[in-house]
Nanobody, 120 residues
Framework: QVQLVESGGGLVQAGGSLRLSCAAS????????MGWFRQAPGKEREFVST????????RYADSVKGRFTISRDNAKNTVYLQMNSLKPEDTAVYYC?????????????WGQGTQVTVSS
């Protein structure tokens, strides 16, 4: 069993930055691919970024490429999402996720989400 707890969300002006953190419980954190997803009001949850178990492979949605950076620290059981040049359309609840599938055919665990609001 893995529990994921996100933090770092908040209100920021357009062009600003935030860093989200996701702390995971359990000894098997390094066994999981980790990712960030987001859900805006009235929209479906969407993929933002993923990172493989060792941190050598990352993927990004086109909408955040070049602005967001995902990273992980397996010694701290934590995954991060550095978000720069934020836009109002980045406003959403951001969810941390863990998967044992390298191709993300399933999500094994979700966090509770953290709100990010970008004002124009």
């Amino acid at each position: 069993q893995v529990q994921l707890v996100e933090s770092g969300g908040g209100l920021v002006q357009a062009g600003g930055s935030l860093r989200l953190s996701c702390a995971a419980s359990g000894r098997t954190f390094s066994s999981y691919a980790m990712g960030w997803f987001r859900q805006a009001p009235g929209k479906e949850r969407e993929f933002v970024s993923t990172i493989n178990w060792i941190g050598t492979r990352t993927r990004y949605a086109d909408s955040v490429k070049g602005r967001f950076t995902i990273s992980r620290d397996n010694a701290k059981n934590t995954v991060y999402l550095q978000m720069n040049s934020l836009k109002p359309e980045d406003t959403a609840v951001y969810y941390c996720a863990a998967s044992t599938s390298a191709t993300w055919t399933r999500v094994d665990y979700w966090g509770q989400g953290t709100q990010v609001t970008v004002s124009s």
